[in-house]
């Protein structure tokens, strides 16, 4: 671990993480912008299950470029948990994230979409568990409490796929 000093006339608009300088202005305005450019997509896409959009596309390229994109999704995800389009939009587009990729945050705001009163974004959880392949949360999906019949038959269907994952070869991971 090397030491990086920063003069006091830098370090109002730097913070070191992980070893790296981070200017903290521009990283603040990448995320406005980030986030603005999100939502924008978010409302301007039309989404359909196993057909990739603009908004997959940005989002992908996002992550490449800055670490911090996980975490600016998780917080318009949280600031907009009543907001059904936008986090049906989310879920969405982090399930044609590979499992890795977008690991643990993804996971975490799959989870949260399964308590929501909603059922649309309860199924979007579920789908994204079946999109990752996510074999090591079949007891977290066993835990999961669906009070309609459909959406209790599509989680078992999950479960059993994934359990038959488990034994062979997942398709995607």
Known sequence: MSDIYISDKQSTNLTIIDDTVIDTQSLEKNKKKFTATLLQLIHDEIFEYGTL???DSFVRESLKSNKFVKEWINEIFLKHFSNIEIITGILKII????YSDIYPTGQTMAIAALSHKDI?????GIRAFENWDAIDSIDLLKKVDCQEEWLVDYLEEVI???EECREHTCKKN
């Open 120 to 124: 649309e974004v309860k199924e979007c």
């Open 95 to 98: 399930s044609h994230i590979t």
């Open 160 to 162: 059993s796929y994934l």
């Open 53 to 55: 959009n603009s908004a």
